[in-house]
């Protein structure tokens, strides 16, 4: 899934050599302005450039997943973009948010989108109003995912470079491209995903648009059998909407098995429980990849990342040892107690130690504790007990407070915002 894709190079012997180089001027164009002519804020990484000129999307002849929906016809009668939707494939639309205004800045729309998926694949859609994005999550049963975050350019925030930068230093042996989508070009990073360990490959896709980058997260088993090309039929389907005020759309998801518990079966892995380390004197523990053991404890399920969230408010500020309403850590974005504030990325006051860091990705998102903020080396450093081995991860910290994409082997995991508390009296860094 992570190869050029034999169906999309150029071919000088059809096309001709001058009409090839002139593509490959044109991509190189588009590197410049797109690299170049966004605000500054990060370079990308050095090194040889591979640029790959490929064809719009073009299904082989007789090719039934290529054919396209009626609802391109309803479109255009709509005065919608026309959105092509291959047989069989599922549907979502995204009506787009009015994104709240960091600190000095206005408010600004973003813009819907509709966008199609193959079948058997689910969705889950989670839009901010505050934090002035949506993030989709497709997961396919047979462990490919695909993550769409649409990223609002903000004048001092991370640009395009900058992304390209950070996502390109988690992938081993990447590799850059261009591929030409209805949308405009995209540029793309092909490679395997770092710790080489987890076995998966990653695609990622970069859609520049006036005020807006279009990132398309794709993560597949190496060794599968995942057609190389599924994330540009993806993102082939991709059309902006004009303002409608119509809601968003996700077709619903087939009913989840029912949830097994094992309380008191065997821990998954060496070393649940061990202290990875500290936040003020409470201690971080390891649960050594076991997903969910059953048992629900004092601050819940331990050690997963609401557990560790949990029992730091309690045993630092008095708060109640279960936050009810809270199934996931994405919940936490809506459910907290009441005197806590949710602050969305990028808005202010800037995160501070001991504030709660909220993670959209995944099913059920993820949440972090702060421990230390270095806005003059442009880093957040987080305490975890289920995701990094050493308890500790950093993350790239933007100017206006905007808090970068953490990648992940299995999905990319994007910022909501942060839970502080008026208990908190930590000097904002």
């Known amino acids: 899934m992570h190869g050029e894709g034999g169906a999309y ?4 012997g059809r096309n001709g050599g001058p009409v090839l180089t002139r ?3 044109y991509a190189t164009a588009c590197l410049a302005l797109i690299l170049l002519g966004l605000p500054h804020g990060g370079a990308a990484s050095s090194g040889p450039t591979d640029l790959t000129v490929h064809h719009p999307l073009t299904p082989a002849r007789g090719d039934a997943s290529a054919l396209t929906d009626v609802t391109a016809h309803r ?6 973009p026309a ?7 599922q549907s979502m639309t995204y ?3 009015a994104a709240a205004p960091a600190a000095g800045h206005t408010r600004a729309r973003v813009p819907g989108y509709r966008l199609a998926y193959p079948p058997q694949w689910t969705a889950r859609l989670w839009p901010d109003t505050l934090a002035g994005y949506g993030q989709l999550h497709l997961y396919a049963p047979t462990g490919p995912t695909l993550d769409l975050t ?8 991370p640009t395009l470079a900058a992304l390209v930068a950070h996502d390109r230093a988690f992938l081993a042996g990447a590799t850059r491209s261009w591929v030409t ?14 710790p080489l360990s987890t076995g998966m490959a990653s695609q990622i896709l970069y859609i520049a648009r006036p005020g807006l980058v279009y990132r398309l997260f794709f993560s597949h088993p190496a060794a599968s059998p995942v057609p190389p090309a599924l994330l540009v039929q993806v993102a082939s389907t991709l059309r902006a909407l004009v303002p409608t005020g119509a809601a968003s759309h996700v077709p619903p998801g087939p009913p989840a098995p029912p949830s097994e518990t094992c309380c008191h079966c065997p821990v998954w892995g060496t070393g649940w429980g061990t202290v990875l380390t500290q936040l003020d004197g409470i201690p971080v523990y390891w649960n050594a990849g076991n997903v969910d053991n059953g048992c629900v404890g004092t601050y819940g399920i331990p050690y997963q990342c609401v557990e560790l969230v949990q029992r730091y408010f309690a045993l630092r500020w008095g708060y109640p040892a279960i936050w009810r309403g809270v199934g996931g850590a994405a919940d936490m974005r809506w459910t907290h107690p009441p005197d806590i504030a949710f602050i969305p990325n990028g808005g202010a006051p800037g995160p501070r130690a001991g504030d709660a860091l909220l993670f959209y990705g995944g099913g059920v998102g993820h949440v972090a504790l702060v421990s230390r903020v270095d806005q003059t080396g442009g880093q957040i450093t987080v305490v975890e007990g289920n995701w990094s081995p050493t308890g500790e991860a950093t993350l790239p910290l933007y100017g206006d407070n905007v808090i970068g994409i953490r990648d992940n082997a ?7 915002g942060w839970l502080h508390s008026p208990r908190n009296v930590s000097a904002a860094r």
Do not use: C, E, F, M
């Open 23 to 25: 593509r490959r001027l």
């Open 95 to 97: 009506s787009g948010v």
């Open 83 to 89: 959105a092509t939707r291959p047989l069989g494939w």
């Open 410 to 416: 299995y999905g990319s995991y994007t910022i909501a």
């Open 75 to 80: 479109d255009r009668r709509a005065g919608q």
């Open 9 to 12: 190079a150029s071919s000088a």
């Open 181 to 194: 989508l209805p949308l405009g070009p995209a540029l793309r990073l092909s490679g395997r995903a770092t």
């Open 150 to 157: 649409l990223l609002p350019l903000r004048p001092h925030g």
